[in-house]
T-cell receptor
Framework: GAGVSQSPSNKVTEKGKDVELRCDPI?????LYWYRQSLGQGLEFLIY????????KSGLPSDRFSAERTGGSVSTLTIQRTQQEDSAVYLC??????????????FGPGTRLTVT | ELKVEQNPLFLSMQEGKNYTIYCNYS?????LYWYRQDPGKSLESLFV?????AVKQEGRLMASLDTKARLSTLHITAAVHDLSATYFC????????????FGAGTRLTVKP
């Protein structure tokens, strides 16, 4: 079946512009996660959704970052007034359910964001 | 705060050799995940370890979990070039299962 998809795969933007990143989770997966991976680094947890709800937004790096999910499916991560330090690969993952025994996460291919 | 540490961060080994990657974490957790990432690619799930003493094997890789020691190991047996990748371990936060903390990754290079 289809895996997690993300778009765009690459995004180059000028400093100060807003960007919107999209994630389509695996059908039927109620939990959705956003991570950021800077070059050669590990993953930084940003936010997760259970259904359309994001119980904890404290992982978002600044108030320029926001995320939403509609219809329990597609999610968008929006970065306003982008800065060069926002350059990274943004990974989305989904899992069957927050309370499932394994809650194994399946990752999308990522969006590589470059802020010039 | 949960911290997840992997070592080594870089590992260069010859084909045919054995080696172990270690993952330590700082707070109680009964679950741990191992992922593989090829250059320019996303993460691929390797193992899900759900309890103390859990051991899973897939091909030349074997993962184990000791929740009392807060330690997981990823053992590589008779390495082959195809295993070259970055390996991450991940542990869910004790207070929020959905806040998954990843180690920094171990970049493995297997040389002929």
């Amino acid at each position: 079946g289809a895996g997690v998809s993300q778009s765009p795969s690459n995004k180059v933007t000028e400093k100060g512009k807003d960007v919107e990143l999209r994630c389509d989770p695996i059908s039927g997966h109620t939990a959705l996660y956003w991570y950021r991976q800077s070059l050669g680094q590990g993953l930084e947890f940003l936010i997760y959704f259970q259904g359309n709800s994001a119980p904890d937004k404290s992982g978002l790096p600044s108030d320029r970052f926001s995320a939403e999910r509609t219809g329990g499916s597609v999610s968008t991560l929006t970065i306003q007034r982008t800065q060069q330090e926002d350059s990274a690969v943004y990974l989305c993952a989904s899992s069957l359910a927050v309370t499932s025994e394994s809650d194994e996460q399946y990752f999308g291919p990522g969006t590589r964001l470059t802020v010039t | 705060e949960l911290k997840v540490e992997q070592n080594p961060l870089f590992l260069s080994m010859q084909e045919g050799k054995n080696y172990t990657i270690y993952c330590n974490y700082s707070t109680t957790s009964d679950r741990l995940y191992w992922y593989r990432q090829d250059p320019g690619k996303s993460l691929e799930s390797l193992f899900v370890l759900l309890s103390n003493g859990a051991v899973k094997q897939e091909g030349r890789l074997m993962a184990s979990l000791d929740t009392k020691a807060r330690l997981s190991t990823l053992h590589i047996t008779a390495a082959v070039h195809d295993l070259s990748a970055t390996y991450f371990c991940a542990v869910p936060s004790r207070y929020n299962n959905n806040d998954m903390r990843f180690g920094a990754g171990t970049r493995l290079t297997v040389k002929p």
